[in-house]
T-cell receptor, first 113, second 113 residues
């Protein structure tokens, strides 16, 4: 079984620029999560999808962050405009549904300069 | 409120020593799951164990063991005869009934030869 795929692996941008991350979950996994992990901290949930619907986006900074999951499969997370404090690793995870364990991708390391 | 606390930020041991990583959680849910993940320097989150709230049996897997005590809301993780390859950041996490995974701050374990 292929794992959760994320791209790009690394990204460096200047503040106020925009950036997008892509995630391809494990085939058949209905639930998809985006987490933000700031250096030295535990991952924090940004948004949770069930198929293509949003279940929880209470911690997503909606003035600059957006996410979508078209057709209930791949997902993209966008930041526009980026701030210095957005520098972090963005992790995507998927599970069969909310009652199952997660599988995490390798993450995208974003540096905002 | 739901919260996971890992009071130990960093631990350093010498190879072959035993080491215990502490985890204390808070939740009002009657059904929940507890997890431990390992994050090596490469960055991916590696699943180690999942335990549901109704199963208080301790578990041993090779050099790893877990002690779940509901009375003290603790889910501690012990590595016996530590090895250099065990060096990583270890995260304890709580999954609530909505499927959201809440992480602790992590404990960085350094095992020196």
């Amino acid at each position: 079984e292929a794992g959760v795929a994320q791209s790009p692996r690394y990204k460096i941008i200047e503040k106020r620029q925009s950036v997008a991350f892509w995630c391809n979950p494990i085939s058949g996994h209905a639930t998809l999560y985006w987490y933000q992990q700031i250096l030295g901290q535990g991952p924090k949930l940004l948004i949770q999808f069930q198929n293509n619907g949003v279940v929880d986006d209470s911690q997503l900074p909606k003035d600059r962050f957006s996410a979508e999951r078209l057709k209930g499969v791949d997902s993209t997370l966008k930041i526009q405009p980026a701030k210095l404090e957005d520098s972090a690793v963005y992790l995507c995870a998927s599970s069969r549904d909310r009652n199952y364990g997660y599988t995490f991708g390798s993450g995208t390391r974003l540096t905002v300069v | 409120a739901q919260k996971v606390t890992q009071a130990q930020t960093e631990i350093s041991v010498v190879e072959k020593e035993d080491v215990t990583l502490d985890c204390v959680y808070e939740t009002r849910d009657t059904t929940y799951y507890l997890f431990w993940y390992k994050q090596p320097p490469s960055g991916e989150l590696v699943f180690l164990i999942r335990r549901n709230s109704f199963d208080e049996q301790n578990e041993i897997s090779g050099r790893y063991s877990w002690n779940f005590q509901k009375s003290t809301s603790s889910f501690n993780f012990t590595i016996t005869a530590s090895q250099v390859v065990d060096s990583a950041v270890y995260f304890c996490a709580l999954k609530n009934q909505g499927g959201k995974l809440i992480f602790g701050q992590g404990t960085e374990l350094s095992v020196k030869p």
